[in-house]
């Protein structure tokens, strides 16, 4: 069965940077594109960025870029966000999220999500 | 960005109603809407894409309606898992975007 589980999340200070990871099975990875999907607590959903099935097409919200780097491994079938110049308002759980069609998707399976709480 | 508008924010209702959640969209999407359900502490789940066709595995009872602005999702008759909330996501333009949720909520 498809599987997404992240890890990397964490309390970082205002201005430091964090590396989320996205670990897939269960289907062919390299087939897909990988989003990330964010929700500040309490808050509802915001679509944060994309990586092509091969690497080569990156999208992203602009409330991160510039400042966040989206990208795959597929030897290791493992997705991962840079996120660097981190702001208060960046606190939130982070889903890795697989989409169900290229490239303008829904996401038809999730992770359990990581929380990334920036404060000082 | 399109602005998804999701009414009412809160439906309070008894198991065995009908639940109908609206979505409304800030220009045309065509049909390119989802609705997910997102149980608390549990991440979001797909039940529909395309404003009417169910996911895997999601059950009969819910369904999809709608195309260009208005996308109204229908739970024929509530079952105790489905009080949750609920959001719509287009697909149609950069950025994807989410409506705002609607919560239903045990009367």
């Known amino acids: 069965q498809v599987q997404l589980v992240e890890s990397g999340g964490g309390v970082v200070q205002p201005g430091r940077s964090l590396r989320l990871s996205c670990a897939a099975s269960?289907?062919?990875?390299?087939?897909?594109?990988i989003h990330w999907v964010r929700q500040a607590p309490g808050k509802g959903l915001e679509w944060v960025a994309v990586?092509?099935?091969?690497?080569?097409?990156?999208y992203y919200a602009d409330s991160v870029k510039g400042r966040f780097t989206i990208s795959r491994d597929n030897s290791k079938n493992t997705l991962y966000l840079q996120m660097n110049s981190l702001r208060g308002e960046d606190t939130a759980v982070y889903y890795c999220?697989?989409?169900?069609?290229?490239?303008?998707?829904?996401?038809?399976?999730w992770g359990p999500g990581t929380l990334v709480t920036v404060s000082s | 960005e399109i602005v998804l508008t999701q009414s009412p924010a809160t439906l309070s209702l008894s198991p065995g109603e009908r639940a109908t959640l609206s979505c409304r969209a800030s220009?045309?999407?065509?049909?390119?809407l989802a609705w997910y359900q997102q149980r608390p502490g549990q991440a979001p789940r797909l039940l529909i894409y395309?404003?009417?066709n169910r996911a895997t595995g999601i059950p009969a009872r819910f369904s999809g309606s709608g195309s260009g602005t208005d996308f109204t999702l229908t739970i024929s008759s509530l079952e105790p898992e489905d009080f949750a909330i609920y959001y719509c996501?287009?697909?149609?333009?950069?950025?994807?975007?989410f409506g705002g949720g609607t919560k239903v909520e045990i009367k």
């Open positions: 990586v092509s099935y091969d690497g080569s097409d990156k």
């Open positions: 269960g289907f062919i990875f390299s087939s897909y594109g």
């Open positions: 996501q287009q697909r149609s333009n950069w950025p994807l975007t």
């Open positions: 999220a697989k989409e169900r069609r290229w490239k303008l998707s829904d996401f038809d399976y």
């Open positions: 395309d404003a009417s």
């Open positions: 220009q045309s999407v065509s049909s390119y």
